[in-house]
């Protein structure tokens, strides 16, 4: 990927990007009380007394949001801190009962870890390193409702008290493709690890977009942080806008102040929303009501044991296990569904044509990412129509991978499988492959005196006709014949 720079009237910048990813921790109830935490659910029907801030209710931690703090941070090869504190982060606002957040400022549960993320997709071997500066859990606020009347905003308290991961990077990113890059990366990781949904159009993963400008080289310059984006896309858009408009303002003569800004899709702009607070505007002091949180190694033994297989290391098990180029690989396991997918259709694969996963794995990759995919697409219920089952995937991948049926006709067979009432046994028996060479051969020698001005052109040096041969001889043996014997054949005859 090539540098990123933005060429102002007075000559290059260089962007600097940091972000602070606020993720709703996976756990049937929130951070310090039982009340529930599904999404969806009707205003003010989840909240505890605790949430609602009463008089005299006592936080107590969640077992669970802490464990999948720590397995997060474990994930991302992160310091695990054994001893961590919560701070009491004081701000007046609607939507915040008690008045107070409680977060961790000055000692959080995870400390320094990094993530690998590719800078060209068709690559995924050419990486760069984000550094992660911490995690820190603390609860979410309330939402404000502005569409509820027309004089007045009514305030919803389900998500007060939801356990939130901030997951804070470095400032390492150069261009609005590294910051969607590294978003992504964290996603899929998140999902992985089963510690966030990643669900971002529900409000559940959602990012602060720090961004400054500077003379390629020199010092950082004044950052601003864009608030609340929820989208990778809308993330790389925040970094190319408030870029610009940070360049403008500079070499307008103007200065760029430390602010807390919104995005506005609608207008591709960032716009001033309050003065950047610091630490001490916030008044934090540690929380009176919890006590430090202290880790065992039993506990982190637990959280460590309960890692799953994480993205980086099962692209490379598909390149170097199962023979996948690094492209597939990190097509394969970009998404939690689609890796599951794959390794689902795999097994079964495996298990029916007695074959070794080496052997089958290029055939359901390409089955999953390409033919099928294209098939999927033209559907309306797409992946979730009732016959896209394991067991019609499987018959085709199979009879592809025997020879039975070429690729190509397995993906008809399949259209015609989703989008008709036809047998899928008996379509694909009706369609077998033929290696009959004397067959073909009449087909190819038929196919050469037809076309004896192109046999002519292809002997002058023209051999992108070769393609041509092939099509011709397949279309006169309707689809039948088996690929790799016409190419022979057409070769032999050629020759």
């Known amino acids: 990927m090539s540098e990123y720079r933005i060429q102002g009237a007075t000559g290059e910048w260089e962007v600097v990007i940091g972000l602070e990813v606020h993720a709703q921790v996976t756990s049937n109830s929130k951070l310090f009380s039982g009340a529930a935490t599904a999404f969806g659910a009707e205003p003010n029907s989840q909240v505890s007394l605790v949430d609602a801030a009463m008089p005299g209710m006592l936080p107590v931690p969640n077992r669970e949001c802490i464990r999948q703090a720590v397995r997060t941070g474990m994930a991302i090869g992160a310091q695990i801190n054994k001893w961590s504190r919560f701070d009491r982060k004081n701000y007046f606002y609607a939507d915040l009962p008690q008045g107070y957040q409680i977060s961790q400022l000055y000692h959080p549960i995870v400390g320094e870890g990094q993530i690998e993320i590719a800078l060209d997709p ?134 760029v102040v430390q602010e807390t800004r919104l995005y506005d899709p609608d207008r591709n702009e960032t716009r001033s929303m309050r003065s950047k607070e610091d630490a001490h505007d916030y008044r934090y002091f540690p ?11 039993a506990f982190l033994e637990e959280c460590r044991a309960s890692l799953p297989e994480l993205p980086d290391a099962k692209r490379h098990r598909y390149e170097n296990a199962l023979g996948l180029s690094p492209y597939d690989a990190g097509q394969l396991t970009m998404e939690v569904e689609t890796y599951q997918q794959f390794e689902e259709l795999l ?27 294209g098939v999927l697409k033209s559907v ?20 592809a991978a025997d020879g039975v049926i070429s690729g190509s006709k397995a993906k008809e067979i399949f259209a015609s499988y989703l989008t008709s009432d036809i047998d899928l046994g008996a379509e694909i028996d009706s369609n077998k492959q033929t290696s009959d060479t004397g067959a073909i051969e009449a087909a190819v020698a038929k ?49």
């Not at 929380?287 to 190694?297: A, G, I, K, T």
């Open 122 to 255: 068709k690559n995924p071997e050419d990486v760069k390193v984000i550094g992660v500066e911490r995690i820190h859990v603390e609860q979410d606020a309330g939402k404000l409702m502005h569409d509820q009347h027309p004089t007045m905003s009514y305030v919803d308290l389900n998500r007060s008290g939801v356990a939130l991961m901030e997951i804070v990077s470095r400032p390492d990113m150069r261009s609005p493709a590294e910051a969607g890059a590294y978003l992504a990366k964290l996603r899929t990781i998140l999902r992985y690890v089963g510690s966030c949904d990643g669900n971002m159009d529900q409000g559940s993963m959602r990012a602060d977009v720090n961004v400054s400008v500077r003379r390629p080289g020199e010092e950082f310059g004044t950052r601003t942080e864009t608030k609340n984006v929820n989208s990778v896309r809308f993330v790389m858009a925040v970094v190319e806008a408030e870029a610009n408009r940070q360049v403008d303002l500079i070499e307008s003569g103007g200065k």
């Open 287 to 297: 929380d009176p009501d919890l006590l430090p949180l202290e880790l065992d190694d």
């Open 347 to 373: 097994a079964a694969v495996v298990k029916a044509s007695g074959k070794g996963e080496g052997d089958v794995a290029k055939r359901v990759a390409n089955w999953l990412l390409s033919e099928r995919a």
């Open 380 to 399: 309306d219920e797409g992946a979730a129509h009732p016959k896209n089952t394991v067991e019609a995937n499987v018959a085709l991948i199979v009879a």
């Open 447 to 495: 196919v050469l005196a037809d076309n004896a001005d192109k046999v002519e052109q292809y002997k002058g040096g023209k051999e992108a006709l070769f393609g041509f041969f092939v099509g011709q001889t397949m279309k006169a043996m309707q689809g039948k014949a088996n690929p790799g014997v016409v190419n022979e054949l057409i070769k032999k005859a050629l020759n």
